[in-house]
């Protein structure tokens, strides 16, 4: 069993730069985080929850969706048991909560099948 916690979120203006993190730990973690495909989605009021930034279980590749290509970059350190989303030239559209998943499979993580939700970090970018 793995748990997620996100942190980072918060109230910045548009342009400005925020870094979420998310921790994972368990049992297992240690040996299975390197296993672990891990992504990020995102839930604004009144939408559905969309994939964001998703990285493969070794680190090698990485996905974004169209509308952060450029601006957030995924990365994931298998020595402390994180993934990050460094989110960069915000804009208001990206205010949302945003949730850290992960799985084993690196198609599945960026879908809402994902294994293993966070309970999510709000992000609000002002106008």
């Known amino acids: 069993q793995v748990q997620l916690v996100e942190s980072g979120g918060g109230l910045v203006q548009t342009g400005e730069s925020l870094r979420l993190s998310c921790a994972a730990s368990g049992r297992t973690v240690t040996r299975t985080l390197r296993g672990l495909a891990m992504g990020w989605f995102r839930q604004a009021p009144g939408k559905e929850r969309e994939f964001v930034a998703a990285?493969?279980?070794?680190?090698?590749?990485?996905d974004y969706t169209d509308s952060v290509k450029g601006r957030f970059t995924i990365s994931k350190d298998n020595a402390k048991n994180t993934v990050d989303l460094q989110m960069n030239s915000l804009k208001p559209e990206d205010t949302a909560v945003y949730y850290c998943?992960?799985?084993?499979?690196?198609?599945?993580?960026?879908?809402?099948?994902?294994?293993?939700w966070g309970q999510g970090t709000q992000v609000t970018v002002s106008s």
């Open positions: 990285i493969s279980n070794g680190g090698e590749s990485t």
């Open positions: 998943n992960a799985d084993l499979s690196s198609r599945v993580i960026k879908t809402s099948r994902a294994a293993y």
